[in-house]
C-alpha cells in the first residue's frame, strides 16, 4: 500500500475543528477504516474523495488546559501539521473574527510553505455570504472558503481545494513488492539508532532526549536481503514540554506508521524490560493484525552471564502474553550486533503473514484436532464444527462453521489456533478466527 497523502486540520479551540472531522469523515466520505486513539478522542481516520483515498488528522480533541497556554497548543498542533501533512486545514471561526493567536500561527503556515486551504466554520445561514468573511483575507493564506460544519455546507468545495495539492499517485507496482516495516517503541529506546544503523548514515537526529524526532519518515533502501520501505515512528514530545496531549500525538502516529507496515518491531530497552508503555505499543500492532518481531535493544549494555538472555527472553513472553508468536532477537543499534540478522526474521515473518492453507489441509488439522480433544458440551449439547476456510491473510484469518457459537469457548479456539500453528508455523503473526454459526445469514 503506497503512502497515502495525509490532511490536519489546524486552528484554535472551539472554531469546531472536530466537527468538521466528523463531518467530512462521517457524511461526506465512504469511510475506509477509521482508528480512535488510545482515548475516547476520534484523532485519526481513512477516507477518500474524488478518486483519492487519504488521511486525516484531528488535533481537535487535545485542547490547551488553561486559556493562556492556546498559542503554545496552537503552535505545537501546527509544528506536527508541518511536519506531517501533505496539506493543511486551517479553521477559522466566523462569529470570533481573526484573531492574534490566528495571525501568528498562519505565519508559521506560511513559512513552512506547505499547502494550507483556510476554512471559514460556522457560516450557517444560506444566502448572500456574510461580508465578515473578507477578514480572514488578511492571514494571507489564500482564499477563505465558507464552511457550515453543523450542516455539511462547503465540505466538498474545502476537500476539492485539498485534492489539488494531494501529491501525484505513483506507479504501485515499485511500492507493492517492498516489505514496509514500522520501527515502532517508547521514547528513547533506540528507533532512530537502530534506523540509522541499517541506513548506514545519519538520517534522524539521536539524542538522549526522549522524542527528539518528530517526523515520521518513509525511506526506501535494498540490501541483499531484499527491497525495504523503514518507517521511523518518533514521538514527538519535547523536551521543554512532555504532556498529555503531545503523548496522544505521538500515539496517533505510531497508530499510522503501524496501519502502513507489513512488519513491525517493537523496539525494548533491555536494561529496563517490558514497561507498561511497551506493552500498549505491542498491543497496538497486535490489534492491526501485523506480522511482529520483539527487538530488545542497547543489549551490548546488559552485564551477561550464560542464563540472561534465556531469562530476558522468558521475562518478554510473560510480559507481552498475548503475543508469544512473535520472535525475539537481541540486538545493539549503537554497535551493529545481530542487526543483520533481523532482515532474515523480517523476510520470513512477511510470508508467514500472507501464508495461505487450503481448506482441505485446513480441515484435516481441524479432524486430528477434534479427534485428540472433543469439543466442549454444555447440558447435554456438543460443539459441532462442520468445516473451516481461510478467508484472508495479514493476518491469516480463518473461519469455522459450527452449530453453536455459545459452545465455542474461546479456550477452544485458542486450542485450535495452537493446533493450525503446531502445523503450519505462523511464527510472527498473529492469527484471526472467526465463528460462524449454521443459520448465520453472514
Known amino acids: 500500500m503506497a503512502k497515502r497523502p495525509l490532511v490536519a486540520i489546524v486552528g484554535r479551540p472551539n472554531v469546531g475543528k472536530s466537527m468538521l472531522f466528523n463531518r467530512i469523515a462521517g457524511k461526506r466520505l465512504s469511510i475506509v477504516e477509521d482508528t480512535p486513539g ?7 481516520a481513512t477516507a477518500d474523495w474524488a478518486g483519492r483515498t487519504f488521511d486525516m488528522v484531528d488535533t481537535g480533541g487535545i485542547e490547551p488546559s488553561k486559556d493562556n497556554e492556546i498559542l503554545l ?12 501533512a501533505d496539506v493543511i486545514i486551517f479553521v477559522g471561526d466566523i462569529t470570533t473574527g481573526v484573531t492574534a493567536a490566528d495571525h501568528e500561527v498562519a505565519n508559521m503556515l506560511l513559512r513552512s510553505q506547505k499547502p494550507v486551504v483556510l476554512a471559514v466554520n460556522k457560516m450557517d445561514s444560506i444566502g448572500p455570504v456574510n461580508p465578515d468573511i473578507y477578514e480572514f483575507y488578511s492571514l494571507g493564506l489564500g482564499d477563505p472558503v465558507a464552511v457550515s460544519a453543523i450542516h455539511g455546507h462547503g465540505t466538498g468545495d474545502i476537500l476539492d481545494e485539498c485534492v489539488k495539492y494531494f501529491p501525484p499517485e505513483k506507479d504501485e507496482e515499485e511500492e507493492e513488492d517492498r516489505i514496509k516495516v514500522a520501527v515502532i517503541g517508547k521514547p528513547n529506546v533506540g528507533k532512530s539508532s537502530l534506523v540509522n544503523r541499517i541506513l548506514g548514515e545519519t538520517r534522524v537526529i539521536v539524542s538522549n532526549v526522549a522524542g527528539t524526532t518528530r517526523d515520521a ?30 503523548e496522544k500525538f505521538s500515539v496517533m502516529r505510531a497508530q499510522m506508521a503501524v496501519d502502513r507496515a507489513d512488519v513491525c518491531l517493537i523496539m525494548i530497552d533491555a536494561r529496563e524490560g517490558v514497561t507498561e508503555q511497551d506493552t500498549k505499543v505491542a498491543g497496538m500492532a497486535h490489534e492491526a493484525g501485523k506480522a511482529c518481531i520483539i527487538v530488545v535493544n542497547k543489549w551490548d549494555l546488559v552485564e551477561k552471564d550464560g542464563k540472561t538472555m534465556d531469562k530476558m527472553r522468558a521475562d518478554v513472553m510473560r510480559d507481552l502474553s498475548f503475543m508469544t508468536y512473535a520472535p525475539v532477537l537481541f540486538i545493539s543499534a549503537m554497535t551493529g550486533q545481530r542487526v543483520k540478522k533481523l532482515f532474515e526474521l523480517i523476510n520470513y515473518v512477511n510470508e508467514q503473514s500472507a501464508m495461505r492453507i487450503t481448506t482441505g489441509m485446513l480441515n484435516n488439522v481441524l479432524a486430528d484436532a477434534t479427534a485428540r480433544v472433543q469439543p466442549p458440551t454444555d447440558k447435554g449439547r456438543r460443539l459441532k464444527i462442520y468445516y473451516m476456510t481461510q478467508t484472508g491473510v495479514r493476518p491469516p ?14 479456550s477452544y479456539q485458542r486450542y485450535l489456533e495452537n493446533q493450525i500453528r503446531s502445523v503450519f508455523g505462523l511464527e510472527g503473526t498473529p492469527v484471526r478466527l472467526i465463528v460462524r454459526q449454521k443459520g448465520d445469514k453472514e
Open 38 to 44: 488510545v482515548t475516547r478522542d476520534r484523532l485519526y
Open 397 to 410: 484469518t480463518f473461519v469455522a462453521f459450527c452449530n453453536s457459537a455459545e459452545l465455542f469457548h474461546f
Open 217 to 246: 519518515v518513509d525511506t526506501p533502501f535494498e540490501n541483499e536481503y531484499g527491497k525495504y520501505v523503514i518507517i521511523d515512528t518518533a514521538g514527538i514530545r519535547r523536551k521543554s514540554r512532555v504532556d498529555d496531549r503531545i
Open 73 to 84: 497548543f496552537m503552535r505545537e498542533q501546527a509544528l506536527l501539521a508541518i511536519d506531517t
